[in-house]
């Protein structure tokens, strides 16, 4: 891809402002406040688009501090350049209410369509982070940011599984992780559901136990009431024995009086034994014919009292029995009722289906993060081999051989390798680490990228003394790739001309 023209036509500071492009190397040099910048920023926002942020974000971001100076309600811009052999022309209108944008191939007349996708098929592998991470240099911003990493995680895994890049193995894995989460979530729901379940459960059947062994308890004391109680028959038998007890008295005491009659005829003289024998005979007749009464009188009591005690015995055993039979078939349902809450517990002991399901795809998913780990590490240690090599190539060029090596690893840590030692780079000065973030940059856009594209450098050398500037100038120039060079230093175009490097000088 090679860019042919920009037009400004309304942003930022300018209007209808038009840069026309070459191959090989443009420079932009102007003082700060000059706008380069806002050509950097714009260039960004020609390609990906520029959202308008929300709340506290809209005062700091692009959209707001590239607004036209003069007639803000005309916001856009256009740029010219050509991919696969074809000119294009880009128009965007970046105002909120009448955002859109304009894509033709001005070779045949054909308008494409940015929304349905048609740039991003011009663009390739070239997107918004990846363009920042490699191609674009803003500002002190030579270091990469952690996206860089995934994007060649991505290629490594969609190049060497497939020989595309249509498949992203960030977003799989992302994507596997978050059904994880769902899936843990729901695993977590179900056992919360079964736990409150089992509890409910535990509950009335404490309540149940409860009511039976108090019912358990009830049926007892009844047994021993009824137990007490005397039967028809018992109660007959103690009456017949007190009856026969009191026809022994009194036979006994007839007999007595009979004997005392005796006796008187023999130890008592004429006629008063007769007087005697008479008064007891008397005596014993009285006591019979009261004897009879009372007997009389005790029965027709013993009878009334012994028919009210039948009845009321009679009604107590068979309240008795009744609540022993209402006890008894009470105590039978909660019986039934706590097996049946028993089996309940039982089987939320086991796990059930939609546990065992989940599970299942858990386990699924964890083996297909294990698979995708693996292979990503596998891949990545042979795109790593290639992305270490470049970029080691890359370094030694513009260092002048003084670090020959440099090695990354998969989350874009770096050592610097030299003969006798590893450093990190966070040991060396600010110039030599912004060159290995120059080279990594430089070496990860060779291996994404599937052509070259412009490279893009806002005041990129600031830490640059004048060797390693002009080693990556000479770097650049050989590589035969656009150069969008933007600086406020004249050192840039003077080390161009003295070394005949050809440039075009762009006009700000």
């Known amino acids: 891809m090679k860019l042919t023209q920009l037009n400004l036509k309304h942003f930022g500071k300018f209007s209808d402002k038009k840069i026309e492009l070459s191959e090989g190397i443009n420079v932009f040099y102007g003082e700060n406040e000059a706008g380069k910048s806002t050509i950097f920023s714009f260039l960004e926002g020609m390609l990906f688009g520029m959202e308008k942020g929300r709340g506290r974000a809209t005062y700091q971001d692009a959209f707001r501090r590239y607004e036209p100076w003069e007639n803000s309600n005309y916001y856009a811009g256009s740029i010219r350049f050509i991919s696969g052999g074809k000119n294009f022309l ?83 894995m992302s994507e596997l992780r978050t059904q994880k989460k769902e899936i843990e979530k729901e695993i977590k729901g179900i056992s919360l559901k079964k736990q409150e379940k089992r509890n409910k459960i535990e509950q009335e059947t404490s309540y149940i136990w409860k009511d039976l062994e108090q019912l358990k308890q009830e049926k007892e004391e009844l047994k021993q009431k009824k137990e007490k109680m005397l039967k028809p ?45 008479l008064l007891v005979l008397l005596m014993g007749m009285i006591y019979a014919g009261l004897w009879i009464t009372a007997k009389a009188r005790m029965r027709q009591r013993i009878n009334k009292g012994k028919y009210q005690e039948e009845v009321d015995n009679e009604r107590v055993r068979q309240e008795v029995q009744w609540k022993e039979k209402m006890l008894g078939e009470s105590i039978v349902e909660k019986g039934i009722e706590y097996q049946n809450l028993e089996e309940q517990l039982k089987e939320l002991s086991e796990q059930d289906t939609d546990y065992k399901a989940q599970d299942k795809r858990r386990e699924g998913i964890d083996l297909a993060l294990l698979k995708l780990s693996e292979l990503s590490s596998q891949i990545n240690r042979e795109v790593g081999d290639k992305l270490n090599i470049r970029a080691s190539e890359i370094l030694a060029s513009i260092t002048k051989g003084r670090y020959e090596k440099v090695w990354i690893d998969e989350d874009l840590s770096m050592n610097i390798v030299t003969q006798d030692r590893q450093v990190a780079v966070e040991q060396l000065s600010q110039g030599t680490l912004e060159q290995v973030y120059f080279a990594l940059r430089m070496a990860a856009s060779e291996i994404l990228h599937g052509e070259l594209y412009p490279i893009i450098l806002d005041d990129t050398f600031a830490y640059y003394d004048e060797g390693r500037m002009g080693r990556t100038l000479n770097w650049l120039a050989k590589s035969k790739r656009q150069v969008l060079l933007f600086t406020c230093h004249k050192r840039e175009l003077e080390f161009l001309e003295e070394n005949n490097i050809s440039y075009n000088n762009g006009n700000i």
């Open 90 to 172: 880009l128009e965007r209108n970046f105002d909120k209410y009448a955002k859109n944008a304009m894509l033709l191939c001005e070779d045949d007349g054909e308008e494409l369509s940015v929304e349905q996708g048609d740039l991003e098929m011009l663009l390739g592998e070239l997107n918004k982070d990846n363009y920042s991470n490699t191609i674009a240099v803003g500002q002190l911003k030579a270091e990469t940011n952690v996206t860089l990493a995934g994007e060649l995680r991505n290629y490594a895994a969609n190049y060497y599984s497939t020989g595309n890049s249509e498949i992203d193995l960030e977003g799989a």
């Open 233 to 277: 028959q018992e109660m007959k038998q103690v009456e017949t024995s007190n009856e026969k007890g009191k026809i022994i008295l009194f036979v006994a005491i007839i007999l007595s009086m009979v004997a005392l009659i005796v006796l008187a005829f023999i130890f008592i003289p004429k006629p008063w034994n007769y007087v005697v024998s």
